[in-house]
């Protein structure tokens, strides 16, 4: 049997890119149609835009009508062709394609209004409160103690100046300093005593002057049997020199009692 070439068919396209173009159709003309009715914002535009005449849009109206119209038409007819369907499948005889309703085009959503966010208003700042100044109390008066009079020592007299009452020379019985010796040489042991063995002590009082010399001596005690030591005693103690007793600062005479001992 003979065999059978067919043509071949164009290549399919993607119903959801047709779809899509009839959306974006529908959608272009919804919006001339709302542009050309808008209402002016601006008071002062509207004021200063001539208003366009009843006619005239309706004439406009018509011609998106009719724009949107052939659109629709092309897209059916490219939509039966890339569906395989016949022509009159795709529009029934005696319809017009007006008749077949448009697409329902969901007018776009209005966008949310955003409220404005108030600004936080500042809180007023208390204006500082001044402290009352703490009251201190007020010290009582110190009231220093009285002071006690200023205590007066008694006033001793003066001391007298002693007045020499005795005279340089004069013999006292009670010098204020007695006569020193100054130079006292030993007595001559008796020989005769000595022999004998005859010894003892001799207590004498010598009469110093006013120069330290002996004028006179006495003997107070002597030894017995007297054998000459009392004379040697005696004559011992004249050769002797004194510093001679004061009496008021005046040189005077004095006796000065001393012992001699003699011993075997």
């Not at 396209?13 to 709302?34: C, D, E, N, T």
Request: charged share 20%.
């Amino acid at each position: 049997p003979p065999l059978k070439i067919s043509a071949p068919h164009p290549p399919k396209r993607s119903p959801l890119a047709l779809i899509a173009a009839a959306v974006a159709i529908a959608v272009v003309g919804v919006g001339a149609w709302l542009i050309m009715n808008r209402a002016p914002e601006n008071p002062a535009e509207t004021a200063a835009t001539p208003t366009p005449s009843a006619e005239m849009t309706e004439m406009a109206r018509q011609l998106a009508e009719q724009e949107v119209a052939a659109r629709e038409g092309e897209l059916r007819e490219r939509l039966a062709s890339e569906l395989d369907l016949p022509a009159q499948a795709a529009v029934p005889e005696g319809v017009s394609p007006t008749a077949i309703p448009a697409p329902v085009v969901a007018p776009p959503a209005a966008l949310p209004t955003i409220a404005a966010t108030p600004r936080p208003t500042a809180a007023p700042t208390p204006a500082p409160t001044e402290e009352p100044a703490a009251v201190l109390p007020t010290p009582a008066p110190t009231v220093p103690p009285p002071t006690p009079p200023p205590t007066i020592a008694p006033t001793r007299p003066p001391l007298a100046v002693p007045v020499a009452t005795v005279r340089e020379g004069e013999l006292v019985d009670n010098p204020d300093t007695p006569p020193q010796p100054v130079s006292t040489p030993k007595a001559t042991y008796p020989p005769l005593a000595l022999q004998r063995r005859v010894g003892g002590t001799v207590i004498l009082r010598a009469l110093v002057d006013e120069n330290g010399a002996v004028q006179q001596v006495e003997v107070l005690r002597g030894v017995r049997p007297d054998l000459g030591i009392d004379n040697a005693a005696a004559s011992a103690v004249r050769g002797w020199r004194f510093r001679p007793a004061t009496k008021d600062g005046v040189r005077v005479k004095a006796w000065y009692t001393t012992s001699m001992p003699f011993q075997p």
